[in-house]
T-cell receptor
Framework: DAKTTQPTSMDCAEGRAANLPCNHS???????VYWYRQIHSQGPQYIIH???NNETNEMASLIITEDRKSSTLILPHATLRDTAVYYC?????????????FGAGTTVTVRA | GAGVSQSPSNKVTEKGKDVELRCDPI?????LYWYRQSLGQGLEFLIY????????KSGLPSDRFSAERTGGSVSTLTIQRTQQEDSAVYLC??????????????FGSGTRLTVV
């Protein structure tokens, strides 16, 4: 799996957009970018994933650069409940995705 | 049930004692997974069940760790002769048979194990 680099932490104001960067300069052509988050005392939660095109769902948007070496997760209107650790993972989807290992991620704190 | 239920939520045990952690998955979810998360660390896969069989036990860290699942439902993770390094939050997740992407998983709230 390609290595990813994320900032250790970031703060965001409630109601504003939160833009979470992730660098994955060694990504290969068939590797997807996945984002998950883990709210304190809960298990990880899938947010979104993508290959080349930008993606949007009810939780967030994923912007992937044209060279695919970096991506940004956008939480359009952050709420206090979005305070969590956010993980960016790059890998080829497979039936053993349950073995995904989560690194340190970005600790996002949404402030009122 | 409505969600994945784990018990106990907290467990403090003395070094050398055995512990049992329980996971009750969502009804109809035939796939069940155990993970652990040490303080400040990422998630670590332990074992995967499909029905009552465990196709993948590769994450179990030592032979002190074992797990079983009965009736395709409840699973028990047993740690024998606990050590201080076993202290962690143990998370259980379940999914439909087509699950294989963490996208479709539902996690429980975990059991926080402290070995003193």
């Amino acid at each position: 799996d390609a290595k990813t680099t994320q900032p250790t932490s970031m703060d965001c104001a409630e109601g504003r957009a939160a833009n979470l960067p992730c660098n994955h300069s060694t990504i290969s052509g068939n590797e997807y970018v996945y984002w998950y988050r883990q709210i304190h005392s809960q298990g990880p939660q899938y947010i979104i994933h993508g290959l080349k095109n930008n993606e949007t769902n009810e939780m967030a948007s994923l912007i992937i650069t044209e060279d695919r070496k970096s991506s940004t997760l956008i939480l359009p209107h952050a709420t206090l409940r979005d305070t969590a650790v956010y993980y960016c993972i790059v890998r080829v989807p497979s039936s053993n995705d349950y073995k995904l290992s989560f690194g340190a991620g970005t600790t996002v704190t949404v402030r009122a | 049930g409505a969600g994945v239920s784990q018990s106990p939520s907290n467990k403090v045990t003395e070094k050398g004692k055995d512990v049992e952690l329980r996971c009750d998955p969502i009804s109809g979810h035939t796939a069940l997974y155990w993970y652990r998360q040490s303080l400040g660390q990422g998630l670590e896969f332990l074992i995967y069940f499909q029905g009552n069989s465990a196709p993948d036990k590769s994450g179990l860290p030592s032979d002190r760790f074992s797990a079983e699942r009965t009736g395709g439902s409840v699973s028990t993770l047993t740690i024998q002769r606990t050590q201080q390094e076993d202290s962690a939050v143990y998370l259980c997740a379940s999914s439909l048979p087509s699950g294989g992407r963490l996208k479709g998983y539902t996690f429980g709230s975990g059991t926080r194990l402290t070995v003193v």
